[in-house]
């Protein structure tokens, strides 16, 4: 809070008391809990890491709106947890407009949320998602009793070799976009949330706003796709040992997707709008690689292409990037151990006594782990369904609460249609709808179980 303080405090704007009084709250907030915890002797168990996770995220998302609310921005308190969230959970949907005449302590601030909880969540994943089992299951290599199976012996050498990968692709970013012509501050900003697929911008246009300079959206494409991929991959790059262990499979399934979705995408435009075909695929590439990797960029309102192209964006839109990095939604590596086990059990339909195993980039996947994927699908469902029907009870049309039920739970950012498309945002929906979708946003950034599971009364029984 002390960097987008000094941001106002330099192009003296009076804001900066505001970040200045929120981070004296947020110590003294941190040094009660040190002092509640200080000599506590308290076991880690699975219900302790449940409640732990969801209780550290609230918390982010209440201190990150904190400064929001109580600016000189017009927020209601559910449209400044609405902006809170979308940052902290990498979402990039908003309720501001006239984001180019905002002061630019506000702007590095919803930046700096993106930019945190990207990090933050692949620090999850790491660190506690795994030993719950319900998600992380990117990582389940890692767990297996076999040592030697894994990339460094201990896992906060795991954790601080992804850290570094994380810095090093943002300050790659941040160098990028600067030295084709965006400004310090605009490359800052979009670099933090490029990284973290949130898709936040300093501008109403999004990227829009530089569409004079084609090489803004090539590096935007890049990095995003980098972001997407699974960044214990980076920490294997520099591991010569490992170097063989690269390939795995839903990064493979991951860039097929992308480039034969682009490349129909890109001869769509070229024979329905006339475009030329390398503008056709920067579109295409650009547009697509932001809406499956949960970031959210917009340079244009790609929902003017078609329905061919609108069937697309909504298929991508549930799939989101690989297991392993900052991006949301289902995730590939779900998708395909679910095709494998779908394809085993038609197998053993055919051959009652035939023994197949499932195996997923060279080990064996568990029954657990199958039920585990399939628990996350049918509550990613579930959770879809009932927030459309919540969302459509505030007075969304029906497109409106569909989507933005879709693109809160699977983090995207734009939904569909005139109001919260590429083209609008969240500013013209009502408290109960931002509510709502606070809400969807938070348990789709926690994989869903975690949230749900404190509802349960088994939960809570001794």
């Not at 009076?14 to 009660?32: E, M, Q, Y």
Request: with cysteine.
């Amino acid at each position: 809070m002390l960097l987008p303080a000094l941001a106002d405090l330099r192009a003296g704007n009076g804001d900066w008391v505001v970040f200045i009084r929120s981070a004296a709250t947020t110590i003294a907030f941190a040094t009660l809990i040190l002092l509640a915890t200080n000599g506590a002797n308290c076991r880690f168990s699975a219900r302790l890491g449940f409640l732990l996770t969801v209780c550290l995220w609230v918390t982010g998302c209440l201190l990150g709106a904190m400064p929001l609310y109580f600016s000189r921005l017009p927020l209601s308190l559910a449209a400044a947890i609405f902006e809170g969230v979308s940052g902290i959970t990498t979402t990039g949907a908003t309720v501001l407009t006239g984001l180019d005449r905002l002061p630019r302590g506000i702007l590095l601030w919803r930046s700096l949320l993106c930019w945190i909880g990207g990090i933050g969540f692949i620090a999850l994943a790491l660190l506690l998602l795994p030993s719950l089992r319900v998600g992380g299951i990117q990582l389940f290599n890692m767990e297996s009793s076999d040592r030697a199976e894994k990339v460094l012996p201990r896992v906060n050498q795991i954790a601080n070799g992804i850290i570094i990968a994380y810095l090093g692709l943002t300050l790659l970013c941040m160098l990028s976009y600067f030295a084709v012509g965006m400004t310090m501050f605009d490359a800052v900003n979009h670099a933090m949330t490029t990284i973290a697929t949130a898709g936040f911008s300093t501008h109403d246009a999004s990227l829009g706003y530089f569409s004079k300079t084609p090489s803004v959206l090539v590096i935007a494409t890049i990095f995003m796709l980098l972001a997407s991929l699974p960044f214990i991959l980076y920490v294997k790059l520099v591991l010569p040992e490992r170097s063989r262990r690269l390939a795995d499979p839903q990064v493979i399934v991951f860039l097929v997707i992308v480039l034969a979705a682009s490349f129909a995408l890109a001869i769509w435009l070229r024979f329905h709008f006339g475009f030329t075909f390398h503008h056709a695929f920067l579109d295409a590439i650009f547009h697509f690689v932001s809406v499956i990797t949960t970031t959210g960029y917009a340079a244009e309102d790609y929902l003017l292409w078609g329905p061919f192209a609108l069937g697309l964006f909504f298929i991508a839109s549930f799939i989101g990037g690989c297991a392993g990095s900052t991006s949301g939604g289902i995730k590939i590596n779900r998708l395909i151990i679910l095709w494998r086990f779908t394809r085993v059990a038609l197998t053993r339909l055919l051959s009652p006594n035939t023994v197949v195993k499932v195996r997923y980039g060279g080990t064996d996947i568990s029954g657990d782990l199958a039920q585990t994927v399939l628990l996350f699908l049918s509550l990613y469902m579930t959770s879809l369904v009932i927030g459309a029907m919540l969302l459509s009870f505030t007075g969304l049309d029906f497109v409106s609460a569909f989507t933005g039920a879709l693109t809160a739970l699977s983090n995207v950012g734009p939904g569909f249609g005139d109001r919260i498309g590429p083209d609008g945002n969240f500013s013209t929906v009502g408290d109960a709808a931002l509510w709502i979708l606070s809400a969807l946003m938070f348990a789709g950034r926690l994989e869903i179980v975690t949230v749900i599971i404190l509802f349960t009364p088994a939960f809570w029984r001794k």
